[in-house]
């Protein structure tokens, strides 16, 4: 057998300073299988007949090499296993008749033996760290095919082969690209279909279900609950047929297109809102300019408006463009300008038509986070979404959607939880009528007095297809994802249904359209990446993302670990790969695949607190009590208005006098929830509140920069700059995944030296910075006044991400450091697979 095995003494003195991290190598298929190349029989081996083999290598060829492939993803040169602790088995990509005498050398190397032989046990044994999981539990065919083998090279004179049939694997890349079971389901069936539904995943979800029992790799502890249980809402529970789904999810659609019309500006003042930016005349590129300035992007659909001289034409001969977020609909007998207010958060872009670009978020994929619009632009311009200017424009009026932006300071950002605030201090908690009493603000258990502080702080807006993947809304999983109505808290459209005495129509909206709007959101597909992806590195990247503990390396030793999971990033995120989404060590149900509901505490995510340390108590605790809670619940309960003299002073009762709601705000685990991954090529940038330009960055904490600006896109028009984030598909970065930039020190950026830099003078922040951040965390609705800048320069400042202000900063997800620099290009190659 020498001649077969590693004669090198050198070598094998080698493997003695080795600690091996050995692929799982199961995988089922038998490509590349060798022959038995014949001449050597390791002993016994006698067997005759019956298709056994008579030798240790065709003992090999037949029931071990099959399982080989799977170590042939991260076992060779240059993928993730081609450093120190993973050398002492290497295959080869192509020569797969050397996998005999390599495996071999390998298991001289790492001391001979059988049980306690590493590449027996690092695929078997729970208590070894190994980054390609444990494929071969001790009952599996792998396990005893690989025992058979050593055992044989272990003591040759009493070998005894019989065939081992290996189990088939599914394979690791695979994706169903957000897209909900209902959607898959009902695939072919119409509006009349009577197609019983199977069970919503998310509703696996729950504290004493099985799939959060047990030690699984993927750990949820977000729960599922049931908003609609009440007899007040039978209309209102989720679908039971295909039918009823197409109805709804149709319904959604619709009126995302052409039913959420609320106020805008006159026709004509749109057409005119150059006069706005200084020009005096209006550009041929009026429409690309629009976008540019304010950040509405191109509609995936048809959406036309009549330019002048048009008015009188049918709507198919209409020459002008309205970007998404604006869009003609009829009133009557007239055609008006009117505002889809969901498309300026969640109107999002990658690829400007206007560039000669494909533009790659089509209308299968609505609901992309818009990092583009420009909240302080539009409240600069003299307010372009309202028919009159304050003063003529020489106040700068207050863009709607900059009030309900509270507090934003850069473009690309929303508030939408402090502009909720806003509307939970001015509006009766259960009518929804106007009851604007400050008292609200300051409701506290045991006489303690919690003012609320309604910023909550900025965000980066997530994307509309991931809701189906999700137990629970919002970034800290306040509340369930059965919880509708929230969708459409900005959905009256019309302020005056948005702001009335009795509430009533809000209400009435907001229960008419709002499962419309879920059952939209679950048809919703992620977007496909558009360049070819290196399968080879995407398969190694399945391993790592899923079984890979990050808190088994010597450099997260101190770091607080996630409770729950096998500590590789599915086991927060959620699994997707189809070989992973079936083993029940992984999830209990296929039907989990994909989904999401980890929430981690701020000490293990270590990303900026303050959206949140801003969530008030006053909200956590009260929403339980409100409209949005689901009162219905109660037993006692009785719509709103029921008793008009008690009803405006019953929001100052103490919290357990009020109805209690079906669906409140979790407060058992303050922290942030870690999101579904489908699509997340195209998210950036990143975290919470997209402080983080790439994935490269969110991996590497090494690569993130204090102080950056995306690449802009800068118009001149007669003298006049007409600026932008560039949304082509040239500034977006393929290799790294996000957004190109360029990293900025505090005197690079627009304005004022004396307010952009430190006093001290190093890069800390500004003394604007300073009193701002130290204002807006200690005094309320303190983010709604800004320090202006003099300098004519300094409204550019909405254009560079600054790290240093209140809500922006970029640390967390530091456990990811720990990966080496292949095992981070292999994890971002497969993700750009889901």
Same mark, same amino acid.
């Given at each position: ?21 050995? %692929?799982?190598? *199961? ?37 071990? /090499? ?13 993928? =993730?296993? !081609? ?57 599996? $065919? ?16 009493? +070998?005894?082969?019989? !065939? ?27 509006? @009349? ?6 069970? #919503? ?25 049931? +908003? ?6 039978? #209309? ?38 150059? /006069? ?8 041929? *590129? ?32 209409? =020459? ?49 986070? @818009? ?129 009335? /005495? ?23 597909? =992620? ?63 296929? %039907? ?50 029921? *008793? ?17 709601? %079906?669906?409140?705000? /979790? ?43 995306? $690449? ?43 307010? *952009? ?19 807006? =965390? ?57």
């Amino acid at each position: 057998m020498q001649g077969r095995g590693i004669t090198d003494l050198t070598f094998r003195l080698m493997g003695l300073t080795l600690i091996l991290l050995v %692929a799982g190598c *199961n995988d089922g298929s038998s490509r590349g299988a060798v022959q038995n190349p014949g001449g050597v029989s390791l002993g016994g081996g006698n067997h005759q007949g019956g298709g056994q083999p008579q030798s240790a290598e065709a003992f090999f060829a037949r029931s071990v /090499q099959p399982g080989l492939a799977n170590c042939r993803i991260c076992h060779v040169p240059g993928a =993730s296993a !081609d450093q120190e602790g993973g050398r002492a088995l290497m295959l080869s990509k192509t020569e797969l008749d050397t996998d005999y005498q390599k495996l071999y050398a390998a298991w001289e190397t790492l001391g001979k033996g059988v049980d306690n032989n590493r590449l027996l046990a690092m695929p078997s044994d729970p208590a070894l760290a190994h980054a390609g999981s444990k494929p071969w539990p001790p009952s599996s $065919q792998s396990y005893v095919a690989m025992k058979t083998l050593l055992s044989c090279w272990d003591s040759p004179g009493t +070998c005894v082969f019989s !065939d081992i049939v290996q189990e088939e694997q599914l394979p690791l890349l695979g994706s169903k690209r957000a897209r909900h079971l209902w959607a898959s389901y009902c695939e072919g069936e119409d509006a @009349n279909s009577s197609k019983l539904l199977p069970p #919503d995943p998310r509703t696996l979800i729950q504290k004493s279900s099985p799939a959060v029992q047990g030690d699984r790799a993927v750990h949820f502890n977000g729960w599922w609950e049931d +908003c609609h249980k009440s007899k007040w809402l039978v #209309d209102e529970r989720p679908a039971t047929t295909c039918g009823e789904y197409i109805r709804r999810r149709d319904e959604g659609k619709r009126f995302l297109l052409d039913e959420l019309a609320g106020d805008a500006i006159t026709l004509d003042n749109f057409r005119n809102s150059w /006069q706005d930016w200084g020009l005096n005349q209006r550009p041929e *590129n009026f429409d690309e300019l629009y976008t540019l300035r304010y950040g509405l992007n191109r509609a995936p659909f048809d959406n036309p408006y009549p330019l002048p001289g048009e008015e009188s034409k049918d709507r198919s001969q209409w =020459s002008g463009e309205l970007p998404l977020g604006l869009r003609m609909v009829e009133r009557g007998n007239k055609w008006v300008l009117a505002s889809t207010a969901c498309y300026t958060c969640h109107g999002g872009q990658i690829g400007d038509p206007y560039a000669g670009d494909d533009q790659l978020i089509g209308l299968q994929n609505l609901g992309l986070g @818009n990092n583009n619009y420009d909240v302080v632009m539009a409240a600069h311009d003299g307010n372009p979404f309202k028919e009159v200017p304050i003063a003529g424009g020489a106040i700068p009026a207050i863009d709607p959607n900059a009030l309900f932006n509270v507090g934003i300071k850069q473009r690309g950002q929303n508030n939408a939880v402090g502009a909720f605030e806003f509307l939970n201090t001015i509006l009766d908690l259960d009518s929804l009528g106007i009851n604007p009493n400050p008292l609200k603000t300051m409701k506290g258990d045991s006489g303690a007095q919690d003012v609320s502080h309604p910023l909550a702080h900025t965000q980066d807006t997530p994307p509309w297809w991931n809701m189906g993947s999700r137990p629970r809304k919002f970034f800290d999983a306040g509340v369930s994802n059965d919880s509708t109505r929230i969708i459409m808290a900005a959905g009256p459209g019309e302020f005056s249904l948005l702001f009335s /005495q009795d509430g009533k129509g809000y209400r009435e909206r907001v229960e008419e359209w709002d499962h419309h709007l879920e059952a939209f959101f679950l048809s919703l597909e =992620s977007p496909e990446y558009p360049k070819p992806i290196d399968t080879a590195l995407a398969e190694q990247g399945a391993v790592l993302f899923h079984s890979k503990d990050l808190w088994a390396e010597e450099g997260n030793a101190d770091r607080p670990r996630p409770a729950g999971g096998n500590g590789s990033c599915a086991s927060c995120h959620g699994a997707y790969s189809p070989r992973y989404v079936h083993d029940d060590n992984f999830l209990a149900d296929p %039907a989990l695949e994909g989904v999401a509901s980890h929430i981690s505490e701020l000490d293990v995510i270590g990303t900026d607190p303050a959206r949140s340390d801003m969530l008030t108590p006053t909200l956590r605790r009260g929403w339980d009590t409100t409209f949005w809670g689901y009162p219905e619940a109660d037993p006692k309960y009785q719509p709103p208005n029921s *008793n008009p003299l008690e009803e405006p002073l019953n929001d100052l009762y103490p919290d357990d006098m009020r109805y209690q709601g %079906a669906c409140g705000w /979790q407060k058992e685990i303050i922290g942030y929830q870690a999101p579904p991954l489908y699509g997340v090529w195209a998210t950036a940038p990143y975290f919470h509140n997209g402080s983080v330009p790439t994935l490269e960055a969110v991996l590497d904490s090494s690569k993130r920069d204090a102080i950056w600006q995306r $690449q802009l896109q800068v118009e001149e028009v007669n003298g006049v700059q007409i600026k932008g984030f560039d949304q082509s598909l040239n500034a977006f970065d393929f290799e790294h995944v996000g957004w190109k930039y360029t990293a900025l020190a505090c005197s690079e950026m627009p304005g004022s030296d004396q307010l *952009n830099c430190s006093p001290s003078g190093d890069e800390g922040p500004s003394m604007q910075q300073i009193v701002q951040n130290f204002l807006n =965390s200690t005094l309320s609705w303190a983010g709604l006044v800004t320090i202006q800048d003099p300098d004519p320069a300094g409204i550019d400042k909405r254009l560079v991400y600054d790290t240093r202000i209140l809500g922006n900063g970029n640390q967390g997800h530091e456990f990811s450091n720990v990966l080496t620099d292949t095992e981070r290009r292999a994890i971002i190659e497969y993700l750009k697979t889901l």
